[in-house]
């Protein structure tokens, strides 16, 4: 599947969005209309840091394990999941840029890295779907920071 993208921004500096982005259960609160029945272990931030969730779409529980494996304070954060007993394998990735006027440009890209074999004939629509929500949570994201 070809990769998601979804933009937004804040009026905030590239340091203190990357500060607010680098805290997991900050991405709680502006992904919980997709994502739910957050848990954390780990440390708080950085790499390392890690969240158990559970997907909010019909049908059997889906339940998400995500972790930071990468992370450039002021520029960048790179999460990994894994769902579907190990079958189901995405990148998501945090690009922060500064704004021209000021403030920060927010992208956030989704891969796939791996997919179970019967998603593979739904992915247009899987795509639709996963592009409108993370959309919606670049909206939640930019309302909570300003």
Avoid: C
């Amino acid at each position: 599947m070809k990769p998601i993208v979804v933009n937004t921004f804040s009026e905030r500096s590239r340091e203190d969005v990357f500060a607010f982005l680098d805290v997991m259960a900050n991405h709680e609160p502006f992904t919980n209309h997709m994502l739910v029945d957050w848990s954390y272990s780990g440390p708080a931030s950085g790499v390392g840091a890690r969240a158990r969730m559970r997907a909010s779409t019909p049908g059997p529980e889906q339940w998400i394990d995500m972790e930071v494996v990468d992370a450039t304070p002021g520029e960048r954060i790179v999460e990994e999941a894994v769902s579907y007993g190990g079958k189901r394998r995405t990148r998501g990735t945090y690009t922060l840029a500064d704004r021209p006027g000021g403030g920060t440009d927010i992208q956030f890209q989704l891969e796939y890295l791996a997919m179970p074999r019967g998603e593979r004939l739904f992915s247009t629509v899987q795509r639709l779907w996963l592009q409108r929500a993370n959309a919606k949570a670049m909206a939640r994201l930019h309302e909570q920071l300003g």
